[in-house]
């Protein structure tokens, strides 16, 4: 038996993207911030349109309900669990926002009132996955479809959408006289508390041990459980939070505002450095993959591109970021591996 502690087993298998280095991005975070500049360069000079005040103002309003989703599902994935129902959460809170405010109820209470919806349906999540020991994957794909049911029979196909229009107008608004949207500050100041929560707080670091090794973090005192949990119930109060925002932006409750969303947010966390396995990741190469999905998106549009052409670049990116960073950890093990035989080769 060994005789490694714990807390040592704890150290050894935490990652190195626990903390930033120097406030610097290294690896694939690193290149997916570059990538992500170069592109909007690019796309400036080269789609009509783009480098334009209006369209990056209409990007931001685009970006933040994925930004919004991708910040909690970042620390899930990081733990090594995922949620797949985030977007039919978004459209249940949604929903219900619609029936509340058909049934009288002021915006001032039912936009709390869908945020702590948003929580329930997390908690259910959580409930499965650590009270229950369901697998992550199967639970969300199950709550994915009841989540998005419940919201069809609240509002079936109709859509509720007679707004006060001092909400609808602060949601798409600019600051003042600029370009700039009103939601652009409370999102920076969101990112930075999540940013904040997960790599300079003990919070952050029991996620990252949690996800690199989950039965060393309980050995360690870790609540592995209570932890994946209130994650989900953070994600769901996030996704409540969605549903209003995206409500107000359309001036519309449906019962399928956000479908698909899913696959954009997932794609979002994998392609900014997060491990599909656990363990791994930096908030601020999410929100560069973030920056980078949507603004692909938001450039394919203005080049007359399909929706269903947009389905498949999005698929692809998934693919390419789950496949890329284990082929270039895989090829440095390979060339570690040369290297420390060419050292132990005796030479004649």
């Known amino acids: 038996m060994s005789t490694e502690t714990a807390p040592d087993r704890i ?4 990652p190195a993207s626990g903390r930033l280095r120097s406030g610097r991005l290294i690896g694939w975070d690193g290149a997916i911030v570059l990538v992500t500049l170069v592109f909007i360069a690019v796309a400036a000079v080269t789609v009509e349109h783009f480098g334009t005040s209006r369209n990056a103002g209409f990007l931001i309003l685009d970006l933040t309900p994925v930004l919004l989703l991708a910040l909690p599902m970042t620390l899930i994935i990081v733990t090594g669990e995922i949620d797949l129902s985030v977007a039919s959460m978004v459209g249940l809170t949604s929903s219900a926002m619609g029936v509340m405010w058909n049934n009288g109820l002021p915006l001032e ?6 945020v702590v919806i948003g ?3 997390g908690a259910v999540n959580g409930i499965f996955v650590t009270a229950l020991g369901l697998p992550s994957l199967a639970v969300t794909i ?15 196909d109709t859509a509720v959408a007679d707004y006060p229009r001092d909400f609808t107008s602060w949601t798409i608004g600019n600051i003042g006289a600029s370009s700039v949207p009103n939601v652009l500050i409370p999102l920076i100041v969101v990112s930075g508390i999540f940013a904040a929560a997960l790599h300079a707080t003990p919070v ?3 996620v990252f041990a949690a996800g690199a090794n989950p039965t060393a973090a309980a050995f360690a005192g870790i609540p592995v459980g209570r932890l994946k949990f209130w994650l989900y119930v953070v994600s769901g109060a996030v996704a409540g939070l969605v549903g209003v925002f995206w409500t ?8 399928d505002n956000a479908a698909g969303l899913e696959l954009t947010v997932v794609a979002a966390v994998l392609l900014g450095g997060v491990s599909i396995f656990g363990g791994k990741g930096t908030l601020p190469g999410v929100v560069a993959g973030v920056v980078l999905l949507t603004s692909l998106q938001n450039a394919l549009r203005l080049a007359s591109v399909s929706t269903e052409a947009l389905t498949v670049v999005t698929g692809s990116l998934l693919i390419v970021s789950v496949l890329a960073p284990n082929v270039v950890t895989s090829a440095r093990a390979a060339l570690a591996r040369r290297r420390a035989r060419l050292r132990m080769t005796p030479t004649s």
């Open 204 to 206: 952050g670091r029991s």
């Open 248 to 255: 107000l932006r359309y001036s519309s409750a449906r019962a």
């Open 119 to 121: 929580a329930v349906l």
């Open 11 to 14: 150290t050894a298998t935490r």
């Open 109 to 114: 209470t039912i936009m709390p009132l869908c």
């Open 142 to 156: 199950g709550t994915l479809a009841l989540y998005r049911g419940l919201a069809y029979v609240l509002l079936g």
